[in-house]
């Protein structure tokens, strides 16, 4: 849904009909947003003013770009692995907006693993292709998605044909990075009893304390006495030798060992005096008279937990004892990752070291998943492909599959150990006029000077400083946004000129500038707004094809409140028949509150001619058995029927007041010489009327006028206009 109830009356530069636009700098489509063109424009003014006609609780609106690119084209698989921040790899469905993953830059003459930071993850449903390495390998990706070879970026596929052919992938391509091999077969089970086995004889073979002596007493009997203890830095290694021992009915303590200091970390350790726990202790950790694969994986992890080192490249576990290091050699061979033994040092410590450069390294951390996340950094490191990563097979699955997509600082990520971009290739130039329609989604238009521009406007002295509204009519926060970064250049303008303001969006990419919005809010009124209309993900997709799914605008809410800022949400737009059930309601709104919200408006569909067309379109498609009743619902043209507002209130208005979205009576906005006032209407016959696009969530629109200090906490939902329903 898009937020443009309000009609802009006034052209600001920037609107379509490419052929007569002033100020246009260039017209640009990249690969990354298939089948969107982007029309650089220098805009004449950055701030619209809203008709007094209007209903709109606001008199001031900024709008960054025309369009929304809220479409994705540049996907992977869900379950395609991830290479986080702390070396391990986890499936590309469990990331989120704000982790921290790796990616690469260029740093002099090498190009590096580096720590960056996911801006935002893009959920689509496209049509997929499966690329196989000689490794084993395997990636699900779009067409339009690219990876790096060794002889640059390279698409999955060549797309057009003639002069819009591109770099695609063929069998003489070798990938960048690590693979992963076959997953399948190099894969295990890590809650398996036999891995927790081996996991307990390395760890505690390489570094526990098993002790049982017996001391008589003067005159009396034999005094037994059994300790087990073990002592570690790391408390990921300590946690999961504990957990370990209590699913096998072995419980410890827990206590501090060695206070730290300047120089050394501090040690805890778990202790047990028990004579039984001793004898299980030594019944777990006793060698088995076969190696079972599962077996020989945790009993590496335990003892390059213990006794093992990631230093410079290298991967080494080291001991004195021969029976430890030949289970070593066994184990290594059982998981089929390469090694040599070195020749012992003078005080008889022999290490084995792991061998076959990054690729092998990074084979033994997945398959072997150790506790201690500091020996698995790979950042720093040089990119090299010692890996064979020749493409074998590059085919189409002849169907589409439900995709995401991360955006990164550096512009890429490690997907499948090779590395995937998400950033923007070369740009080309191609002329056109846009039109209304499908245009929307595929003409952007941005203005490229509107930082500039606004601090302008905002320095006149007619500025009276009043509130300012941004992604009322399109989204500030959407895809476009992570190439062109205009929305930072925006808020400093604001903060600087004292102008309080409130933004709405669907794009997690607001987490990016969830810092410059804290700092903001010390000094001007901030207010935040998502729109959030479904707890079912394929639907979602379905009506918003990649937008971020609802899993990841909680987790924006949760940040963003975090952070000390109000966020109040737009239950919006409500689907007669798909999403107005009281189950998918109660179930949004229940998320809604956990998440910390403060406060929501639920508000049914708005179909607005060209959206209409579109909308009932795809009903046709998908949902043919509705069309007759949305017929009748809005029979009327773009807003629901009376009677259907009418019932919806009637269903949704206990569901706000349970969760302390509204009270017994109802607040609503009035516009009161062009400002937002807060008014009060507890005796209201006709409360019913908040069923309009004006109707805005507390903590999604600031209250206060004009430039000044702020005298009420950030993020206090005293300090916004509340409206309810």
Known sequence: MRWDGQAITADDGALPGLGRMAGRVRTVRTPEFAGVTFHEVLAKSALSKVPGESRMPFTWTINPYRGCSHACSYCLGPDTLILRGDG????????????????????????????????????????????????????????????????????????????????????????????????????????????RRGYLTGMIRGDGMLLRRTYRRRGGNPNNVSMFRLALADREALDRSRDFLEQAGITTTMRPFSPGSTTRRSIMAIFTSRSAH????????????????????????????????????????????????????????????????????????????????????????????????????????????????????????????????????????????????????????????????????????????VADVLRTELAKPSWAGDAVALGTNTDPYQRAEGRYRLMPGIIDALETSRTPFSILTKGTLLRRDLPRLTQAAERVDVGIGVSLAFVDEDLQQAVEPGTPTPRARLDLIRAARAAGLPCGVMIAPVLPWLTDSTDHLTRLLDAVHEAGATGATVLPLFLKPGTREWFMAWLRRDHPERVAGYERVYAGGSCASRAYRDWLWARVRPLLVERGFASAGHRAQARTSGHARTAWHPETSDDRARHDEGSYPAGSLVQRLGPGPVTRPPGDPASTAEVLF
Request: hydrophobic share 40%; aromatic share 8%.
């Open 88 to 195: 391990r790899q986890v499936p590309l469905r469990d990331i989120r907006a704000g982790d921290q993953v790796v990616g690469t830059e260029v740093r002099g003459r090498y190009r590096r693993y580096v720590l960056t930071t996911v801006e935002d993850v893009w959920a689509t449903r496209k049509r997929a292709f499966s690329i196989t390495l000689e490794d084993g390998t395997r990636l699900m990706a779009s067409g339009d998605h690219r990876f790096l070879t060794d002889r640059g970026w390279k698409h999955v596929v060549p797309g057009e044909c003639g002069a819009g052919r591109r770099p695609h992938l063929t069998t003489n391509n070798k990938l960048m990075g690590f693979g992963t091999g076959d997953l399948e077969k190099h894969s295990a089970p890590r809650d398996d009893a036999a891995y």
């Open 278 to 449: 001793f004898d299980a202790i030594q019944a777990l950790i006793s060698w088995p008279p076969e190696v079972e694969r599962e077996w020989a994986i945790g009993y590496l992890a335990g003892i390059f937990d213990a006794e093992g080192s990631c230093s410079q490249g290298v991967l080494r576990i080291s001991n004195m004892d021969e029976e430890i290091l030949t289970r070593i050699t066994r184990a290594l061979t059982v998981i089929e990752v390469p090694f040599v033994r070195e020749p012992p040092r003078e005080n008889g410590v022999s290490s084995i070291r792991v061998v076959g450069g990054l690729a092998a390294r990074m084979r033994f951390f997945r398959i072997v998943d150790p506790a201690i996340s500091r020996k698995l950094a790979v950042t720093g490191r040089a990119v090299k492909s010692d890996a064979p990563l020749m493409v074998r097979s590059v085919e189409d699955t002849g169907e589409e599959r439900d995709l995401l997509d991360l955006t990164t600082g550096t512009g890429d990520f490690i997907a499948n150990g090779v590395i995937s971009h998400n950033c923007f290739a070369r740009p080309s130039h191609r002329y056109l006029d846009m039109n209304p329609g499908e245009d929307f989604d595929s003409q952007i238009v941005v203005k490229m000077n």
